[in-house]
T-cell receptor, first 113, second 113 residues
């Protein structure tokens, strides 16, 4: 596609529910990144993929968070048993290769009640 | 802990003047540096990248890099009200992208008409 596409744009869920956030990167971009931005805060790096591989999961805030990427394209970030502190905007970005310029999607705003 | 520091502002500049945004970083091995603009409620948008010491100009924007001082700046000439936004400095750490870009918390710029 022309840009990074994320869905849903907004998600309101109840505490304890699972959520899935989807990212479709720019076509041809091999690297894909997930960041989190809480209200008024900076960007917190979560995880990156080079192809389908995520070599380092240590940036994920807890074991309730997981991510996968299939076919070297679409990625899904899953948050299990959501907590109120998970409320944030989840941003996906892609780059042509690892270490290149990042292009961001519009984000998925998650609100946990 | 690799850090990127920015003055949070707000930085208030009269319309038509030069806005100067500054950033320092801790990872001496960093090689790639980026400036992003983020409007309220929107995702970060890439403005410029810079890789070599010195100045790089693109329209009204000039990025300046001094690796010895671990300092990068962004100048905006002929500031317009539409330039009012949060400007994020981002640094590619010496790991080459393995932990994404490290972002500063951003400087909130206000251009006064």
């Amino acid at each position: 596609g022309a840009g990074v596409s994320q869905s849903p744009s907004n998600k309101v869920t109840e505490k304890g529910k699972d959520v899935e956030l989807r990212c479709d990167p720019i076509s041809g971009h091999t690297a894909l990144y997930w960041y989190r931005q809480s209200l008024g805060q900076g960007l917190e790096f979560l995880i990156y993929f080079q192809g389908n591989s995520a070599p380092d999961k240590s940036g994920l805030p807890s074991d309730r968070f997981s991510a996968e990427r299939t076919g070297g394209s679409v990625s899904t970030l899953t948050i299990q048993r959501t907590q109120q502190e998970d409320s944030a905007v989840y941003l996906c970005a892609s780059s042509y290769n690892l270490g290149g310029e990042l292009f961001f999607g519009e984000g998925s705003r998650l609100t946990v009640l | 802990q690799k850090e990127v520091e920015q003055n949070s502002g707000p930085l208030s500049v009269p319309e038509g003047a030069i806005a100067s945004l500054n950033c320092t970083y801790s990872d001496r091995g960093s090689q790639s540096f980026f400036w992003y603009r983020q409007y309220s409620g929107k995702s970060p948008e890439l403005i410029m990248s810079i890789y070599s010491n010195g100045d790089k100009e693109d329209g009204r924007f000039t990025a300046q890099l001094n690796k010895a001082s671990q300092y990068v700046s962004l100048l905006i000439r002929d500031s317009q009200p539409s330039d009012s936004a949060t400007y994020l400095c981002a640094v590619l750490n010496s790991g080459g992208g393995a932990d994404g870009l490290t972002f500063g918390k951003g400087t909130h710029l206000i251009i006064q008409p």
